[in-house]
């Protein structure tokens, strides 16, 4: 193999993986993890709890139908897993929604809030700055004339 080829190479995926975006992609990755982990944490330890307190023991995993088939034997379906996955997703999402991203979006609205009343107030001083330039000029006009006479 050529040298600079092989130079060429390891140089290109060098830049590949230095970009910002597969940098932070990699990032995203391994704290999506860890939120994971989080996320199961507070289903499994509070909300799963909290739902079988509230209804009892929510497990579908034993629900399941036989369909015979041609060879007079039959084929077990366990759709209480699929039930099961169903649940958990629901309130896997849930928990996101109700303890992540609305908690998130009433911090950014605050924030939003308080800039707007900064963004306001800077207007406001920049009119009274202008209305006092104005008033200057206005007067020193006025001054001007009558100190030719």
Sequence with gaps: MNNSRGHSMFQGFKEFIMRGNVLDLAVAVVIGAAF????NGLVEGFIMPLVGWLVGAPDFSGIAFDVPNWRHETTKFPIGLFIQGLIMFVLIASAIYFFVILPINKLKSLRKTSEEVVEEAAAEEVVLLTEI?????A????QSPSQSN
């Design 36 to 39: 994971s982990g989080v996320i």
């Design 133 to 137: 330039r104005d008033l200057l000029r």
């Design 139 to 142: 007067q020193q006009v006025t």
